[in-house]
């Protein structure tokens, strides 16, 4: 099998264009975050909250994106799949 090595700029999410945030912002909605409360609801169970990327602010948004080393095309599509680390 024959490649080709290419080269893809990738950004950071605080790098990217507004519309490319609310690309991302956009795709990632549907996508909830649970965390339990630490209270339990009547039947003893543990109450766990939703939120959602785009609730988020903006520091949070970044912070969560820094800490997963998610890297970004200019639309603000996720490329860092494509990184080929190692050679491998």
Known sequence: MMSKLITIRAYKFAELSDKAKDRFVNEMWD????AETGEH???G????KY??????DLEEQI???ESNN?????YGELVGHLEDVNGE
């Open 41 to 43: 609801d009547a039947d």
């Open 63 to 65: 912070d969560y994106c």
């Open 45 to 48: 169970n543990m109450i766990t």
């Open 31 to 34: 996508m909830p975050f649970g």
């Open 51 to 56: 939120d959602y990327f785009g609730e988020w």
């Open 70 to 74: 998610y890297l970004f095309n200019k």
